[in-house]
């Protein structure tokens, strides 16, 4: 009897965890490869892990260049992974990720996201140098 409690305390905490944790496929250079840091997801679901369909090797594809696909795997993977509705807030959340990286410098000598990172990044808040931090929710 305690051995079928025990085991279904941990086939219960194993679905518990696997709904509610996830993790996401981030690819770095050739330095860094590809890791899988685990994240706690906003919905539950059975589905463990995830990709940025946004995000194509290194690079941040605009939303308006993204299939139809695409765009909805996007809003769903949002969602899950940031919390988040708007496609500019999960933008921002998914480029902010990004700080660490080498970006080239503006010609003021500020650092500026490129691509769709900068597109989302910076229009909530005006010109502000880059990195632009968000104002608190």
């Not at 946004?54 to 308006?64: G, K, M, N, S, T």
């Not at 000598?109 to 005006?126: I, L, R, T, V």
Request: net charge negative; aromatic share 14%; glycine share 6%.
């Amino acid at each position: 009897m305690k051995r079928i409690v025990i085991l279904t305390s941990v086939t219960l905490s194993a679905v518990v965890f696997w709904a509610f944790v996830g993790a996401e496929r981030v690819v770095g250079d050739h330095e860094e490869g590809v890791s899988w840091p685990l994240f706690v997801k906003h919905e539950p679901t059975f589905q463990f892990h995830f990709h940025n369909p946004a995000q194509r090797v290194l690079d941040i594809d605009p939303f308006d260049e993204l299939s139809p696909t695409e765009q909805a795997n996007f809003h769903e993977f949002c969602k899950i992974r940031y919390g988040k509705v708007s496609i500019r807030q999960c933008y921002t959340q998914t480029c902010g990720r990004r700080l660490d990286e080498d970006i080239p410098p503006s010609g003021n000598g500020s650092w500026k996201p490129q691509g769709a990172c900068w597109e989302y990044s910076s229009a909530p808040w005006g010109n502000l140098p880059w990195p632009a931090s968000s104002p608190s929710n």
